[in-house]
């Protein structure tokens, strides 16, 4: 079973600044899906990125941004002139591309905190 | 099209008790999913439906738990005989059917058995 992991409990970032989230992955499938979700306090998930992995090319929305490693099988996420706004959990997922069955599989997620 | 509903925002009740809790999609998704998320966790998958078909259970949907969807419209998630383990989030989430299509989620309910 694919398995997401996000070794970073929690990060801050100034206002303004930039910060990287991290995600490993572990699959043996070589076509898969990636993404980013935020969830701000007590608000809905939103979609923040999503990446292919057939695509060599990193994501891009925005000030949000991927480093997608497919050989390392890690998929990073950078956020630019961070804002107050930004201030939520972040979790990565994962979706197998081989069934268009499989839900997405979640890490564990990355609590930031922006600081004015 | 205001995006995913949850209903309730909020259930307390008491241990043994049964609870319903319903989630309206975007009504062209015809995809449907139910996960669970505990404090400093992300979301566990639980359960998805195609249209009126549940295509998926996972173990962790004990035979207390129940779902439903039936037109393809709507869905009702019920746990019967609640435990406190059963103290969560429950997120329903929507999308079309499709490898790179992200979900829709609802602003969940949140599940206080004591």
């Known amino acids: 079973a694919q398995t997401v992991t996000q070794s970073q409990p929690e990060m801050s970032v100034q206002e303004a600044e930039t910060v990287t989230l991290s995600c490993t992955y572990d699959?043996?499938?070589?076509?898969?899906?990636l993404f980013w979700y935020k969830q701000p306090p007590s608000r809905q998930m939103i979609l923040v990125i999503r990446?292919?992995?057939?695509?060599?090319q990193n994501a891009t929305e925005n000030r949000f941004s991927v480093n997608f490693q497919k050989a390392a099988k890690s998929f990073s996420l950078k956020i630019s002139d961070s804002q107050l706004g930004d201030a939520a959990m972040y979790f990565c997922?994962?979706?197998?591309?081989?069934?268009?069955?499989?839900?997405?599989?979640f890490g564990k997620g990355t609590r930031l905190s922006v600081i004015a | 099209d205001t995006g995913v509903s949850q209903d309730p925002r909020h259930k307390i009740t008491k241990r043994g008790q049964n609870v319903t809790f319903r989630c309206d999609p975007i009504?062209?998704?015809?995809?449907l999913y139910w996960y669970r998320q505990t404090l400093g966790q992300g979301p566990e998958f639980l359960t998805y439906?195609?249209?009126?078909?549940?295509?998926?259970k996972s173990r962790l949907l004990s035979d207390r738990f129940s779902a439903e969807r039936p037109k393809g419209s709507f869905s009702t998630l019920e746990i019967q005989r609640t435990e406190q383990g059963d103290s969560a989030m429950y997120l329903c989430a929507s999308s079309l059917t499709g490898f790179n299509y992200g979900y829709t989620f609802g602003s969940g309910t949140r599940l206080t058995v004591v």
């Open positions: 990446q292919e992995a057939y695509k060599q």
């Open positions: 699959t043996s499938e070589s076509d898969y899906y």
């Open positions: 439906f195609q249209n009126e078909a549940q295509l998926e």
């Open positions: 009504s062209e998704h015809n995809r």
């Open positions: 997922a994962y979706r197998s591309g081989n069934s268009g069955n499989t839900p997405l599989v």
